[in-house]
């Protein structure tokens, strides 16, 4: 299975930019699935987390705008699902907003992409809805938590309600049972508030059976309403809370993934670089992967070719390192456990 834990795994094993960026060009030749697509088909959201820009009224007046119709995800998926190895619903907004959402997956089975996942905060799931994602083929189900308490949940996810995510995990339960899809992620963003809960994630949460609990760093978008954003301070202390939550985490055969190598995101990460220029296909009601890929008048052949996309790539085999400055860790830093 095409998992992110095996992308992240090949990713730290292969340090060769050069190379990824030969493997991105040898599939694009050879006609091979090798992108990564991260889809909202609905520029909106039903929370407001302090952690997310969705609580900067700013920005939320300039970009939470904006929906693809199922005629016009129709038409991307036509032109982009044949290359992607992943297809994620759920990259910025809440797809769930998206009112026929199990549609979605259904979508992207029917191109036969190898793994769909779906990464939602959970609150508008119905019974009927995961059930519908189960059938439609799912392979991972991806639910947001900010807090293994009632009070820190609620404060840092306004909007949402910490019985009804429960409620929503114990639905999720009832479908997997007999070992059926999809696998189950939690996502957990780490601020200096919520740290000490680390401990107790697989006390709160190993009755539903993740498959993999992810460990994000806050990182700081500007304007949010979270304002705590510092952990370095707090290093030794999230390093500890992820070795033990590591360490209990072995008898109950759950994943962890977690970036331990640079938690303040500070670092230049060319990981990052190479993931984004090579391989992460964007799609929004705002973009569809670049802003000059007018989709609704060229197909991707066409797109391609008038951007020399293949001759794009081998520059990058014969220089890797951009001239301008690389990316910060935030993205493609996760370690394996």
Known sequence: MASSETLHRLNNLVRSPRVKFAAALGAELLGLRYTIIRLDPVNACNLRCGMCFFSNDRWRAENAKGRLTKEDLERIAAELFPQALQVHFGASMEPTMFKDYPWLVELATRHRVPFIGFTTNGQLLTAEGIRRLSEAGLDEITVSTHGTEKATYEALMPGASFDRH?????????????????????????????????????KVYGEYRPDTIQIRPVFDFGGTSYRNTDLSHHLTAYREAVADLVAASKDRRIRILANTKDPTHQKPNISAHVYRTAFLRPVSATKVWTDDFSWRLES??????????????????????????????????????
């Open 166 to 202: 429960h409620a929503v995990l114990r639905m999720v339960a009832r479908v997997r049972e007999g070992g059926r899809n999809p696998r189950l992620r939690l996502n957990f963003t780490v601020n200096p508030d919520n740290l000490r809960q680390v401990k107790d994630l697989i």
């Open 300 to 337: 991707l052949d066409e797109y391609s070719h008038r951007t020399h996309w293949k001759r794009r790539l081998l520059r990058h085999v014969l220089r890797p390192y951009p001239k301008g400055k690389l990316p910060l860790s935030q993205t493609a830093a996760t370690q394996v456990y």
